[in-house]
């Protein structure tokens, strides 16, 4: 019995920490694949609407993205609704010129496939979005995507 | 011999990894982006005639600065939006009061009666962005639920799970997700 005994004498042994490297990498890596760069600091509250019959964007990197809500920062910029494009505030007229640096930094072979997605909050009324699209349209800026929570659909009946 | 290289201290990789790890952590988003995806249609040329439409062809949706709906000239509901649409987009009954159908030869289906009825949405400069994204939701919806049904009636499944590029796009335009937005009208005011 005594034999037993012998090697073993009190405390528990050191759990090898070598492969913490190796797992910490693979985390990484998982994030690195998973998720995708923060573009812009948004300066408009962003509360989407919910839909149910909503489509995944394709590809991200063919998409320029419109914001339009009230500003986060009410007391410095007001209450109403604003367009905000890349990192500050714009107005309706600057959306020819933001489509068309959108174009040229994409490959000519992508270009047709650029869609523009309007991320619009839920409560912002209808005149401001009507007035982003007629710039679409001027521009030929014709394949949007309105931009939603995804919603659990409803049972069917 | 040669000299003996030393071995470099590994003890540090893991800190190092942990410091990407919450870079990328913080720098990043995850969130999938998903939406109603529409096209928009081109600018009209100026002198352009616009096209007759029987009335029977459209379909009428308004929705008014208070986000109440108006479908064909009657007060309607968000709820029985959905069921309205699909019946007048099937006709399921050849009614004289709804839309017209041609019959077209397509791949893969033969000939189908397709449905010449357009749904004319109009909103307000007033409505609110979630109402109006409520009824395109609606409306969508009507279009791919009767596209989901002439596919499990033709092919027995569900038009998501078909693979073959060719039958989507033929039950695509067997049931063609003809939205007209009309020019937009202030009525109500900015609020």
Do not use: H
């Not at chain 1, 948004?42 to 998409?63: D, F, H």
């Not at chain 2, 190092?16 to 952590?25: D, P, Y």
């Not at chain 2, 479908?71 to 959905?82: P, V």
């Not at chain 2, 307000?124 to 939701?137: A, H, K």
């Amino acid at each position: 019995m005594a034999r037993f005994k012998k090697g073993k004498s009190g405390g528990v042994p050191a759990i090898s920490t070598a492969s913490m490297p190796d797992i910490i990498f693979m985390l990484l890596f998982f994030f690195m694949v998973t998720t995708t760069m923060r573009e812009v600091t948004l300066k408009v509250r962003n509360r989407m609407p919910e839909a149910t019959e909503v489509q995944k964007l394709e590809k991200k990197a063919l998409v320029s993205f419109i914001y339009i809500g009230p500003p986060t920062q009410s007391k410095l910029y007001g209450t109403e609704s604003r367009i905000q494009l890349n990192d500050s505030f714009r107005n309706v007229g600057d959306i020819p010129e933001f489509i068309y640096v959108e174009r040229e930094a994409r490959v000519e072979a992508d270009r047709p496939f650029l869609t523009t997605s309007l991320k619009v909050d839920s409560e912002v009324k209808m005149g401001i979005v009507t007035d982003v699209k007629q710039e679409l349209r001027k521009v030929g800026a014709f394949k949007i995507n309105y931009s939603t929570r995804k919603k659990a659909p409803k049972p069917s009946n | 011999m040669a000299k003996k290289v030393p071995q470099i201290n590994a003890g540090s990789m893991a800190d190092i990894s942990f410091l990407m790890l919450i870079f990328f952590l913080v720098t990043t988003t995850m969130d999938v982006d998903s939406g109603i995806v529409r096209r928009l249609p081109p600018l009209p040329e100026k002198d352009a005639e616009i096209p007759e439409v029987k009335e029977r062809n459209i379909f009428n949706v308004l929705v008014n600065k208070n986000d109440r709906l108006f479908i064909n000239n009657a007060w309607g509901d968000i709820r029985t939006l959905r069921a309205e649409t699909k019946e007048f987009l099937a006709n399921p009954a050849n009614r004289e009061n709804l839309p017209e159908k041609k019959v077209e030869s397509l791949p893969y289906l033969g000939d189908y009666p397709v449905s010449r009825g357009i749904i004319s949405l109009k909103n307000d400069r007033g409505t609110s962005y979630n109402m109006y994204i409520q009824v395109q939701n609606e409306l969508t919806a009507a279009v791919n639920e009767l596209r989901d049904e002439l596919s499990k009636q033709k092919f027995g499944k569900p038009l998501s799970e078909i693979t073959d590029q060719d039958i989507v796009t033929s039950i695509q335009k067997a049931i063609p997700m003809s939205i007209s937005e009309a020019e937009p009208e202030d009525i109500g005011g900015k609020k």
